[in-house]
C-alpha cells in the first residue's frame, strides 16, 4: 500500500517568514495530493490539492509543487502570519485506483509575532 | 445543519460502559470514514464505508464496532474500552471511485473527544 512520510514535525517561523513542509509517497500511481490545515480543537479543512497532470498550483499565499519523478510534494507558504498557525497534513491517493487517502504524520506550524 | 456533524461533542466513559458516537453528513457523498487522532498517531484511519458496505478495517479491535445504515449516516459503537483509546474520534465522508474520480475531498466531522477513565 501507500506510504506518505511527512517532514518537519515541527516548524517555528518568525511571522511575514517563508514555510515549507516536505512529503514523499511510495505508490507511483498515487495521482491526487491534498493538504490539510487543522488549527487547535478544529477539524482538518483542505486548504489546496494537486493533481498529478500538474506541477505547480498557488492560491493566494499558499502553493504546492508536485515532483512525480522523485515522488514529492511540498507546501508553501510566504508571508506566514500568525493565523497560519495550526497543523497541516498532506495525503496521497489514486493508487491501485483507491480513493482513500493516506496521510502524512502531520507538520505543527508555529508563526511567531 | 450542513456538512458533517458528530455527536456527542466530548463523552467520559468508564471501561466497562457501553457508548456510540453518531455521526451525519448532509453532502451527498458515498464514502464514510472513522479516524482516530491522538498525539502517537495523528490521523489514524480506523474504518471505510463505501455505499453502505464496509470496505476496510483498519487492523481494528473488536471494542470498536461500526454500522452504516445508510449513506448519510455512520455510528461507532465503543465497549469495554481501555484508557489508550481516549483520543478524538473524527468522522469524514467523500464521494468514492464510482463518482468517477480519485480526486475526493474528505470533509471532516468537528469530533467526538472521547476520555476512558
Known amino acids: 500500500g501507500e506510504n506518505v512520510e511527512q517532514h518537519p514535525s515541527t516548524l517555528s517561523v518568525q511571522e511575514g517568514d517563508s514555510a515549507v513542509i516536505k512529503c514523499t509517497y511510495s505508490d507511483s500511481a498515487s495521482n491526487y495530493f491534498p493538504w490539510y490545515k487543522q488549527e487547535l480543537g478544529k477539524r482538518p479543512q483542505l486548504i489546496i490539492d494537486?493533481?498529478?497532470?500538474?506541477g505547480e498550483k498557488k492560491d493566494q499565499r499558499i502553493a504546492v509543487t508536485l515532483n512525480k519523478t522523485a515522488k514529492h510534494f511540498s507546501l508553501h507558504i510566504t508571508e506566514t502570519q500568525p493565523e497560519d498557525s495550526a497543523v497541516y497534513f498532506c495525503?496521497?491517493?489514486?493508487?491501485?485506483?483507491?480513493?482513500?487517502?493516506?496521510f502524512g504524520r502531520g507538520t505543527s506550524l508555529i508563526v511567531h509575532p | 445543519e450542513t456538512g458533517v456533524t458528530q455527536t456527542p461533542r466530548h463523552l467520559v466513559m468508564g471501561m466497562t460502559n457501553k457508548k456510540s458516537l453518531k455521526c451525519e453528513q448532509h453532502?451527498?457523498?458515498?464514502?464514510m470514514y472513522w479516524y482516530k487522532q491522538s498525539a502517537k498517531k495523528p490521523l489514524e484511519l480506523m474504518f471505510v464505508y463505501n455505499f453502505k458496505e464496509q470496505t476496510e478495517n483498519n487492523s481494528v479491535p473488536s471494542r470498536f464496532s461500526p454500522e452504516c445504515p445508510n449513506s448519510s449516516h455512520l455510528f461507532l459503537h465503543l465497549h469495554t474500552l481501555q484508557p489508550e483509546d481516549s483520543a478524538l474520534y473524527l468522522c469524514?465522508?467523500?464521494?468514492?471511485?464510482?463518482?468517477?474520480?480519485?480526486?475526493?475531498?474528505?470533509?471532516f466531522g468537528p469530533g467526538t473527544r472521547l476520555t476512558v477513565l
Open positions: 453532502l451527498g457523498h458515498n464514502a
Open positions: 494537486i493533481r498529478s497532470n500538474v
Open positions: 495525503a496521497a491517493s489514486g493508487g491501485g485506483g483507491s480513493y482513500i487517502p493516506t
Open positions: 469524514a465522508s467523500s464521494q468514492d471511485w464510482a463518482g468517477g474520480s480519485s480526486y475526493n475531498e474528505q470533509f
